[in-house]
């Protein structure tokens, strides 16, 4: 039988009120009052830095992050630094790891196979590399970055898809603390124009697949009325 789910669209909202969200309603989905819910946003230009973060992988100084108009933000997810910024799909899947099995490992690798279903839709083949760093790779360059975190066994964090964003951020830092490998995008690997709307259908069915779940959406508004 599937699953129920929700499905809610932050349309563009910036990384601190976001990860504010994602904490009330993680309570709200470990204790059951809620249902596990994928969530959907396009970030401000922002650095995240992971719990793994190691300084030498920022290439600016913060000054001159402030003057390109990228924040910097300490975040509770697993890995090093990453940019988020516009036209990029970020993807934070607040389930509840208690009914898909408690493992984490399975949970990475369930992730990892949302992008690669994306991915095959428009023409593209995504591989895992394990050795290198966990996440979503194509021709040799990483299209998916994936860092999450868990709290009573329910998930919070997750994928960050680029779809047709300025790949320029990237190069003033490691991305993920990964020397000699780049990053890459929908629009750069197909030679089409991919935006996130484009993209959100396509991910919304991988993630029913994968986890056998059936989406109901709701606005915002709905999401907040009902996490308080």
């Known amino acids: 039988m599937r699953k129920q789910a929700n499905l809610v669209d932050l349309g ?22 809620e249902l596990s819910t994928l969530l959907f946003v396009e970030h401000d230009p922002v650095l995240t830095l992971g719990a793994n973060f190691h300084k030498e992988n920022l290439l600016l100084t913060g000054q001159e992050y402030n003057q390109k108009g990228i924040q910097l933000e300490k975040t509770e997810r697993g890995g090093d630094v990453t940019y988020h910024g516009p036209n990029q799909l970020v993807i934070y899947p607040i389930f509840n790891l208690n009914d898909l099995g408690k493992d984490l490992h399975k949970w990475l690798r369930d992730l990892e196979e949302t992008i690669i279903l994306t991915l095959q839709h428009f023409g593209l083949t995504g591989v895992r590399e394990p050795d290198i760093n966990t996440g979503v790779w194509v021709n040799g360059k990483k299209i998916a970055a994936i860092g999450i975190k868990v ?3 329910t998930s919070m964090h997750g994928i960050a898809l680029n779809c047709n964003n300025d790949l320029t951020p990237f190069k003033t830092i490691i991305p993920c603390g990964i020397k000699d490998y780049g990053v890459t995008s929908l629009t750069q690997e197909t030679g089409l124009e991919i935006t996130l709307n484009q993209a959100k259908p396509i991910i919304t069915k991988a993630f029913e697949k994968v986890f056998n779940l059936d989406f109901q959406q709701l606005t915002p508004a709905d999401l ?4 308080g």
């Open 12 to 33: 563009h909202l910036a990384y601190s009120p976001a990860t504010q969200l994602q904490k009330r309603l993680l309570e709200s989905v470990a204790t059951g009052k």
């Open 151 to 153: 709290r009573r066994w």
């Open 224 to 227: 907040r009325a009902r996490i």
